[in-house]
Nanobody, 115 residues
Framework: QAPLVESGGGLVQAGESLRLSCAASGSFFSLSAMGWYRQAPGKQRDLVARIRPSGITNYADSVKGRFTISRDNAKRTVYLQMNSLEPEDTAVYYC?????????WGQGTQVTISS
Protein backbone atom coordinates (compact mmCIF):
# COMPACT_ATOMS: atom_id res chain seq x y z
CA GLN A 1 0.00 0.00 0.00
CA ALA A 2 1.33 3.40 -0.99
CA PRO A 3 2.18 5.54 2.04
CA LEU A 4 0.38 8.59 0.61
CA VAL A 5 -2.53 8.68 -1.80
CA GLU A 6 -3.84 11.95 -3.22
CA SER A 7 -7.27 12.61 -4.67
CA GLY A 8 -9.44 15.53 -5.70
CA GLY A 9 -7.68 16.95 -8.71
CA GLY A 10 -9.47 17.82 -11.90
CA LEU A 11 -10.34 20.46 -14.48
CA VAL A 12 -12.19 23.58 -13.38
CA GLN A 13 -12.65 27.11 -14.62
CA ALA A 14 -10.87 30.13 -13.23
CA GLY A 15 -12.51 31.40 -10.07
CA GLU A 16 -13.80 28.01 -9.02
CA SER A 17 -12.66 25.80 -6.13
CA LEU A 18 -11.19 22.36 -5.59
CA ARG A 19 -10.29 20.39 -2.51
CA LEU A 20 -7.38 17.98 -2.56
CA SER A 21 -7.06 15.16 -0.07
CA CYS A 22 -4.05 13.06 0.88
CA ALA A 23 -4.57 9.93 2.93
CA ALA A 24 -1.65 8.39 4.80
CA SER A 25 -1.38 4.68 5.40
CA GLY A 26 0.74 4.67 8.54
CA SER A 27 1.26 6.08 11.98
CA PHE A 28 4.02 8.33 10.66
CA PHE A 29 1.25 10.82 9.86
CA SER A 30 0.93 12.16 13.40
CA LEU A 31 4.68 12.80 13.55
CA SER A 32 4.92 14.43 10.15
CA ALA A 33 4.85 17.89 8.80
CA MET A 34 2.49 17.47 5.89
CA GLY A 35 2.95 19.52 2.78
CA TRP A 36 1.45 20.16 -0.61
CA TYR A 37 3.83 20.89 -3.46
CA ARG A 38 3.16 21.55 -7.09
CA GLN A 39 5.06 21.23 -10.32
CA ALA A 40 4.08 22.83 -13.59
CA PRO A 41 5.53 21.59 -16.90
CA GLY A 42 9.14 22.66 -17.28
CA LYS A 43 9.32 24.10 -13.77
CA GLN A 44 10.66 22.92 -10.46
CA ARG A 45 8.54 21.47 -7.71
CA ASP A 46 7.61 24.19 -5.25
CA LEU A 47 6.03 24.25 -1.81
CA VAL A 48 2.42 25.39 -1.79
CA ALA A 49 1.46 24.90 1.85
CA ARG A 50 2.66 23.03 4.89
CA ILE A 51 1.17 22.12 8.24
CA ARG A 52 3.15 20.89 11.21
CA PRO A 53 1.90 18.34 13.74
CA SER A 54 1.20 21.32 16.01
CA GLY A 55 -1.12 22.79 13.40
CA ILE A 56 1.17 25.67 12.50
CA THR A 57 0.87 26.44 8.80
CA ASN A 58 2.83 28.28 6.17
CA TYR A 59 1.96 29.16 2.59
CA ALA A 60 3.59 30.25 -0.59
CA ASP A 61 2.94 33.94 -1.19
CA SER A 62 1.12 33.15 -4.43
CA VAL A 63 -1.62 31.22 -2.63
CA LYS A 64 -2.02 33.15 0.61
CA GLY A 65 -5.64 34.08 1.17
CA ARG A 66 -6.87 31.61 -1.43
CA PHE A 67 -5.66 28.19 -0.24
CA THR A 68 -6.09 26.58 3.15
CA ILE A 69 -4.27 23.50 4.41
CA SER A 70 -5.72 21.41 7.22
CA ARG A 71 -5.22 18.01 8.75
CA ASP A 72 -7.37 15.42 10.42
CA ASN A 73 -5.12 13.25 12.55
CA ALA A 74 -7.88 10.76 13.33
CA LYS A 75 -8.35 10.13 9.61
CA ARG A 76 -4.63 10.49 8.79
CA THR A 77 -5.59 12.88 6.06
CA VAL A 78 -4.39 16.30 4.99
CA TYR A 79 -6.49 18.61 2.86
CA LEU A 80 -5.84 21.54 0.59
CA GLN A 81 -8.85 23.75 -0.02
CA MET A 82 -8.18 25.85 -3.10
CA ASN A 83 -10.45 28.81 -3.82
CA SER A 84 -10.38 31.50 -6.49
CA LEU A 85 -8.30 29.27 -8.71
CA GLU A 86 -6.26 30.85 -11.47
CA PRO A 87 -4.78 29.38 -14.65
CA GLU A 88 -1.36 29.84 -13.03
CA ASP A 89 -2.35 27.25 -10.43
CA THR A 90 -2.30 24.55 -13.11
CA ALA A 91 0.17 21.87 -12.08
CA VAL A 92 0.58 18.39 -10.70
CA TYR A 93 0.07 18.61 -6.95
CA TYR A 94 2.04 16.31 -4.68
CA CYS A 95 1.52 15.44 -1.05
CA UNK A 96 4.57 15.13 1.19
CA UNK A 97 5.08 13.72 4.67
CA UNK A 98 8.27 14.70 6.46
CA UNK A 99 9.19 13.60 9.95
CA UNK A 100 12.84 14.38 9.79
CA UNK A 101 14.43 11.00 9.41
CA UNK A 102 12.36 10.11 6.37
CA UNK A 103 9.83 11.54 4.00
CA UNK A 104 7.27 10.19 1.59
CA TRP A 105 5.77 11.56 -1.61
CA GLY A 106 2.43 10.82 -3.13
CA GLN A 107 1.96 9.98 -6.78
CA GLY A 108 0.56 13.40 -7.65
CA THR A 109 -2.80 14.64 -8.84
CA GLN A 110 -3.35 16.90 -11.84
CA VAL A 111 -5.06 20.24 -11.33
CA THR A 112 -5.97 22.16 -14.48
CA ILE A 113 -7.56 25.59 -14.46
CA SER A 114 -9.08 26.90 -17.67
CA SER A 115 -9.41 30.62 -18.33
Amino acid sequence: QAPLVESGGGLVQAGESLRLSCAASGSFFSLSAMGWYRQAPGKQRDLVARIRPSGITNYADSVKGRFTISRDNAKRTVYLQMNSLEPEDTAVYYCNADWGVQQYWGQGTQVTISS
